[in-house]
């Protein structure tokens, strides 16, 4: 019983990050976290169905792809993220899609007190972008014009914050593309996020998107990234 316990606790320890440096360092072999809310509790934007297939079967897949393509090399996350352009593609792919799909969920949440701005983020979001609107209008073109699979990001450079999207599974840590910084908020626009509620109305599910936002998180996320070089 007490053997139980303890695997249970170093289990959960070994999953279990809070902040973007953390996530950085996760090593394989990766595992799969469990959501961190049940999966029907974001039906204001997404369905439980939607939630646990992506969960479940996509996030899973890029786990296993990922351990998979390492074959019991021993190397964290942030490595593999710098030297992308050097990587293979499955491996590219798959850690991509678990930081990527990792991040996503913690940036989610259900509840209306996490779904609040914090003061501090919208002073900051208005003064870059006018008013919160037009920063969501900007992020939603960004993942609307998203030529097939990808991401939009909100991201931290060491200008302050900028709005970016990538192809496919990669992301602004990635030594690839034309925008790095510290991600703080990320919209998933890959058909398999959205298609069974929305099919084709990819602008409908990111207007909708920021109903699940969780804005203390990515509040939190923003701290950190202004106080901690971009590795
Ligand atoms: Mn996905």
């Known amino acids: 019983m007490k053997l139980k316990f303890w695997i249970l606790t170093v289990l959960l320890s070994s999953l279990s990050w809070a902040s973007l440096q953390e996530l950085n360092a996760q090593t394989s072999p990766f595992k799969l976290a469990p959501l961190p809310y049940p999966a029907n509790s974001l039906e204001k934007a997404i369905d439980a169905e939607t939630m646990t297939i992506h969960h479940d079967k996509h996030h899973q897949a890029y786990v296993d792809n990922a351990n998979k393509a390492l074959d019991g090399k021993k190397v964290s996350m942030i490595e593999l993220l710098k030297t992308a352009s050097k990587q293979a593609p499955m491996i590219r792919n798959n850690i991509g899609g678990h930081w990527n799909h990792t991040f996503f969920w913690s940036v989610l949440s259900g509840k209306d007190e996490d779904n609040k701005i914090p003061e501090g983020l919208k002073k900051e979001i208005e003064a ?8 969501q209008a900007e992020f ?3 993942g609307a014009s998203q030529f ?7 991201i931290r450079t060491s200008g302050g914050l900028e709005i970016t999207a990538t192809p496919n599974q990669d992301n ?7 925008k790095r910084g510290w991600p703080i908020l990320g919209a998933d626009v890959w058909e398999h996020a959205y298609y069974l509620k929305y099919q084709n109305k990819r602008a409908d599910y990111l207007k909708n998107f920021w109903k699940v936002v969780n804005w203390k998180k990515v509040d939190q996320y923003n701290q950190e990234a202004a106080k901690t070089k971009l590795p």
């Open 172 to 178: 602004p840590l990635m030594d690839v593309g034309e």
């Open 148 to 154: 097939g699979s990808g991401w939009a990001w909100l």
């Open 140 to 142: 939603e073109k960004a």
């Open 128 to 135: 870059k972008w006018g008013a919160m609107d037009k920063f």
